[in-house]
């Protein structure tokens, strides 16, 4: 027999609804197949996907509502960027300085992800603070591509996709500040969703660029991502002054058709140099959409070659500011300095020095230097008015009858651990995915076929708080795509 975790969130909820299958079985089989994935019994190198996970399954379990019926994630075992606060295990971001780190309070979705049923069964593998694009920045080893063990999952949120994508469970949350969720669902050929800025709670997420962080979600399918996305969202006025006030209606929905919707491409996103493969299998999607009924139209957004160079200005920016707190007096580790003059600064520098790997320190620098006086306006401000134009790009075409645009999620699939060394050519492979974190639209990534058995995504980016649109193109091209998803 096939176990509940092979199978959708929607049958494992039903299963353990009516007693055919108890959260506790579910669970423990999940963390099983966690530890397999790690071992190298099939002489592949670890996956690493998990910073740590809780091995006291009943607690676990006891924890949610696991037990009872009627709830929406009832027994729905599920796994945690661990930078996303939680009382039972800790919440180190992939970091030196907080590596023995317990949150005296829980982040709002993991609330409410327990209140629905769901099992909180580890904490996943990031970049240092969510900084990067590959998991080889996290202090704790990176994670690995299930597809192919030598290439990165993607980042920073790589640990829950392959935890996702190797079948440890159906779904997970991740973070997104510019691509976070959607590049790596993308690399590891499952489903990646980043909510409308303000529609998911952002207490307990660790502060990185505190304007363009978002919590998001992974799936298997379409489906898996819906349920879990209909659970933790919606308005947190009492601790995320940020958050929007509105209900959100539900994004779980049939598969249907998409008659009368315009899906616009925008020629930004398919520059003459990307790889022809690439814009092949995206273009299977918007073939897809078509069979399905949707008009597809041609469009333009100017200032996408800006957004890249706007992000690692803003994001910098805010996480200096953020990541300020990290002075080993408040949090984490404290490194000292015994002997030297003036112990409070040495303290303070040995921490930091210390606590903080390279690239976290390279975005403080650039963060502290466009903020510095004198540089403010050439850098910060400018960078600002970019971000404005950005905004203005995607409301112009939305406001011309697009319902959303399709695009590649990334200009590769996963690539190989170090191969990318130069910064800079790192930010570079963000740039289809920063524009929505700067214009606070949602946005989510598909698979839409394969290249050398490399999964590749299709992104489809939709107005804010239009989620339950871009859910309902999402759910129309996989059911159209079928087995074209996940094939060359
Ligand atoms: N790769 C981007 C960066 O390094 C995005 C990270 C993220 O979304 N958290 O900043």
Redesign the pocket.
């Given at each position: 027999m096939s176990s509940r975790l092979d199978g959708s969130v929607g049958a494992l909820v039903d299963a353990v609804q009516s007693g055919a299958a108890s959260a506790l079985d579910v669970a423990t089989e999940s963390i099983a197949r966690i530890r397999a994935s790690d071992s190298g019994t099939a002489g592949d190198a670890p996956l690493n996907a998990f910073v740590s996970v809780d091995d006291d399954v009943q607690s676990a379990v006891a924890a949610s509502s696991g037990g009872s019926a009627a709830r929406a994630l009832a027994g729905v075992p599920i796994a945690l960027k661990d930078n996303i606060a939680t009382l039972r295990l800790r919440t180190t971001c992939g970091s030196r300085i907080l590596e023995d780190h317990v949150s005296p309070f829980e982040a709002t979705v993991v609330g409410k992800l327990r209140a629905a049923g769901a099992t909180i069964i580890g904490k996943t593998t990031l970049?240092e603070f969510?900084?990067?694009?590959s998991t080889e920045h996290s202090a704790f080893g990176p994670a690995r591509n299930p597809h192919d063990r030598d290439r990165v999952p993607g980042?920073?949120?790589g640990g829950s996709a392959a935890a996702v994508a190797a079948g440890i469970c159906q779904v997970a949350l991740g973070?997104?500040?510019?691509?976070?969720?959607r590049?790596p669902a993308a690399f590891c050929g499952i489903v990646g969703v980043k909510p409308s800025y303000g529609r998911i709670s952002r207490y307990g997420l660790v502060a990185?660029?505190s304007s363009?962080?978002n919590i998001g979600v992974f799936g298997r399918a379409v489906d898996d991502a819906a349920r879990v996305f209909d659970v933790v969202s919606g308005p947190d006025a009492e601790h995320d002054a940020t958050s929007a006030a509105v209900e959100p209606e539900t994004v779980q929905q049939e598969p249907g058709r998409l008659d009368g919707v315009v899906l616009g491409l925008p020629a930004e996103y398919f520059p003459d140099s990307l790889d022809p493969a690439v814009r092949d299998r995206v273009m299977r999607a918007s073939v897809a959409a078509r069979a399905r009924g949707a008009e597809i139209r041609q469009v333009s957004l100017p200032h996408t070659a800006l957004a890249v160079p706007a992000?690692?200005v803003i994001?910098p920016a805010e996480a200096s500011a953020n990541l300020s707190r990290y002075d080993g007096v408040r949090f984490g580790r404290r490194v000292k300095e015994a002997s030297a003059r003036d112990p409070l600064r040495a303290m303070y520098e040995a921490t930091r020095s210390e606590g903080f790997g390279p690239?976290v320190t390279r975005?403080i620098l650039l963060g502290t230097y466009v903020l510095s006086a004198g540089y403010y306006d050439a850098y910060y401000r400018r960078a600002m008015a970019v971000r404005d134009r950005i905004r203005a790009d995607f409301a112009s075409v939305f406001a011309s009858g697009v319902h959303a645009l399709l695009t590649p999620t990334t200009p590769t699939p996963a690539f190989k651990f170090g191969a990318i060394s130069d910064p800079y050519e790192?930010?570079m492979?963000?740039v289809f995915?920063?524009t929505a974190?700067l214009a606070e639209l949602p946005a989510m990534s598909v698979p839409t076929g394969r290249i050398s058995g490399l999964p590749v995504g299709a992104q489809i980016i939709a107005p804010r708080f239009a989620e339950r649109a871009m859910f309902r193109v999402a759910y129309a091209l996989e059911a159209e795509l079928g087995g074209e998803a996940h094939t060359g």
């Open positions: 970049d969510a900084m990067g694009s980042g920073s949120s973070s997104e500040t510019g691509g976070s969720v590049q990185f660029a363009l962080d992000y690692y994001a690239e975005r790192m930010y492979t963000d995915t920063v974190n």
